[in-house]
C-alpha cells in the first residue's frame, strides 16, 4: 500500500453544530426556520439576464444535500430558483437514523468547482478519512482482509482527500450559503402540472409556484417520482441497520480512518468521524419490520456479535442504548429515464442505492454538477426557455449523460451485501470424523479468490469512483 499521507487529519476537539429547534427562544435561531407566506413573491416572470434573454427557473423539490447543492450551483451561474422543503428542522433525508456523510475526492472537487468558498467550509468542518488505512477485515479474527489506497489517486490528480462531515453541519453550510430567500420551508410539493410554456409545482398548502423546469430531489420515497412514473414499491435489501455514535478514540485512531468487518449474513462499519467520535454501522441479515423491545438494541447487538473481534465489541459497549438507531435498508431498481418533459429527478429521487459504499450523497453532488453544466448549455445557446422541446432535451442530455456512472455504483452497492450472503472465510465441517478440523480454523479456498479479485479489481474500481466523474475538472486542486 502507498504510503500513508496524514494531510488535513481530524480535528478531535472540533464540533458538531446542531441545528436549533424551530422553537428555541434564541435571538440567533437560524434564519432558515421560515414558513411560506404566500405566492406574491413566486418567481418573476419577466426577470431577464445581462443579455436581454429570460432567466432560466429552476423549481427543486426537497431541501436535502442535492437539492441544496443544485439551488448553490444554480444561484451561482445567474438563474432563478427556489427550494420546497417540508421539514429542515428534521434535516430531512438524516432523521435520527443517518449518521455523517462520506465525501468521496470527486464530490468535494465538484463542490469546488460550485463554490471554492463553501468547499473551504466544508472541508475545514470534516474529517479526513482517506489519508489512513482504509479497508477490509474479518469480523471474527479483525486480520485485515484488503486495504484501499484512496489517497494517492486524489493527490495524484490534485483533487482533496476523502473525508467524513457531520450531515446536520454540512445541510447548515449549504442553507447559509444558498439564502433564506431561495429555501421555503414547510414547503411541500405535493404534485405538478405541464404545459408546452412552463411546469407548476403544487404545495400541500395549494399554492402553486411556476418555472421553466422542476427538479425532483425529494429522496426515495420521491413524490416527484410517483407523479411521474407511478407508484413504486422499494426494495427490502434484506439488512436491516443499527448506526450508533460514542464518543470514543480507539488507539489506532491515527492509523486507521474507517473499516468493514466482514461476516456471514452480518457485517459491521466502524469510521473515525471526528471530535473525538467514533460512528459505526451494524448489519443484519433479517425480514424486513423487526423491531426491538424498549432499550433492547445493544443488549441484541452484543449477542449477534459476541464473537467477534474487540475492535467491534468495543465499540458496541461504548455506545449508550439511547445513540442506537435502527433502520431498515431499501433501495430501487435502476429506471433508464428519471423525467419526462420539463421534469427530471437527482439523487435518491432518481437511482436510491444501498449504502454499501457510501455513495448516495456524493452521486447527488455530482448530478447537481452535470444537470447545470446542461442547464448552461442552453442559457447560453440564446434559445427560449419557454420552448418546451429545447428544455425537455437538455434534461434528458444530462439523465443520458449521468446513467453509466450511476449505474455501475448502484450495481457494486447491490453486488457488496450479496457478497455477505456467501461470506465464510474458514472451512466447516459435517459432525462426523473430521468435525475436529472445524477448530483448526482452515481458510476456505474461496476466501483466497475473492482476496485476489478484490486486490486486483478495488484499485480500479476506486480509481474510477475518486476521479472518474467526466466533468474535466482541469485546474489542480491542493488537498
Not at 190 to 215: H, R, S
Not at 414 to 420: G, P, Q, T
Not at 443 to 472: D, E, N, Y
Amino acid at each position: 500500500m502507498a504510503s500513508l499521507l496524514y494531510l488535513n487529519p481530524c480535528n478531535q476537539n472540533q464540533t458538531c453544530n446542531k441545528i436549533p429547534h424551530p422553537g428555541a427562544k434564541k435571538a440567533s435561531m437560524r434564519s432558515y426556520f421560515v414558513r411560506c407566506e404566500g405566492g406574491n413573491d413566486d418567481l418573476k416572470s419577466d426577470e431577464k439576464n445581462s443579455e436581454g434573454r429570460k432567466r432560466l427557473k429552476i423549481l427543486i423539490a426537497g431541501g436535502g444535500i442535492g437539492g441544496l447543492v443544485l439551488a448553490l450551483a444554480a444561484k451561482h451561474r445567474g438563474f432563478e430558483v427556489k427550494v420546497f422543503e417540508k421539514d429542515l428542522s428534521a434535516v430531512r433525508g438524516e432523521g435520527r437514523h443517518r449518521g455523517p456523510i462520506q465525501l468521496l475526492s470527486s464530490a468535494l472537487a465538484v463542490l469546488q468547482e460550485i463554490d471554492e468558498n463553501v468547499a473551504e467550509q466544508i472541508m475545514k468542518a470534516g474529517c479526513v478519512t482517506g489519508n489512513r488505512i482504509n479497508g477490509l477485515a474479518d469480523g471474527v479474527s479483525g486480520e485485515w482482509f484488503t486495504k484501499f489506497d484512496l489517497s494517492t489517486p486524489a493527490v495524484r490528480r490534485g483533487l482533496p482527500i476523502t473525508q467524513v462531515i457531520c450531515r446536520m453541519e454540512l445541510q447548515d453550510i449549504l442553507i447559509n450559503a444558498v439564502g433564506s430567500e431561495i429555501v421555503r420551508n414547510k414547503s411541500k410539493v405535493v404534485d405538478f402540472m405541464e404545459d408546452p410554456n412552463k411546469v407548476t409545482a403544487i404545495l400541500q398548502d395549494g399554492q402553486q409556484y411556476d418555472g421553466d423546469i422542476l427538479v425532483g430531489a425529494d429522496g426515495i420515497w420521491s413524490i416527484v417520482r410517483s407523479k411521474l412514473f407511478g407508484e413504486q414499491e422499494a426494495n427490502y435489501s434484506s439488512y436491516t441497520c443499527y448506526s450508533g455514535l460514542t464518543n470514543f478514540v480507539p488507539p489506532y485512531i491515527d492509523i486507521v480512518g474507517y473499516r468493514v468487518f466482514l461476516g456471514l449474513n452480518q457485517y459491521f462499519v466502524a469510521s473515525d468521524v471526528g471530535n473525538g467520535k467514533m460512528q459505526w454501522y451494524a448489519f443484519h441479515k433479517e425480514p424486513q419490520r423487526n423491531t426491538d423491545p424498549p432499550k433492547g438494541k445493544k443488549k441484541r447487538l452484543l449477542e449477534l456479535f459476541r464473537n467477534w473481534c474487540n475492535e467491534v465489541i468495543t465499540l458496541i459497549r461504548e455506545t449508550p442504548e439511547h445513540m442506537i438507531l435502527r433502520r431498515d435498508i431499501y433501495d430501487r431498481d435502476m429506471i433508464y429515464s428519471w423525467g419526462n418533459g420539463r421534469v427530471t429527478l437527482l439523487g435518491d429521487a432518481a437511482h436510491p442505492m444501498q449504502p454499501n459504499f457510501g455513495q448516495g450523497g456524493c452521486m447527488a453532488i455530482e448530478d447537481c454538477y452535470q444537470l447545470i453544466l446542461e442547464l448552461d448549455k442552453l442559457a447560453k445557446s440564446g434559445s427560449d426557455v419557454q420552448q418546451s422541446y429545447e428544455t425537455a432535451s437538455t434534461l434528458r442530455s444530462y439523465e443520458k449523460k449521468r446513467m453509466f456512472r450511476i449505474s455501475t455504483v448502484h450495481a457494486a452497492s447491490r453486488m457488496a451485501s450479496k457478497m455477505i450472503d456467501t461470506y465464510q472465510p474458514y472451512m466447516e465441517f459435517s459432525p462426523g470424523p473430521l468435525s475436529h478440523l472445524s477448530t483448526l480454523r482452515i481458510k476456505h479456498p474461496s476466501i483466497h479468490v475473492a482476496r485476489a479479485l478484490l486486490q486486483f479489481c478495488l484499485p480500479h474500481f476506486l480509481t474510477w469512483m475518486i476521479a472518474g466523474h467526466g466533468f474535466h475538472i482541469k485546474r489542480k486542486r491542493s488537498a
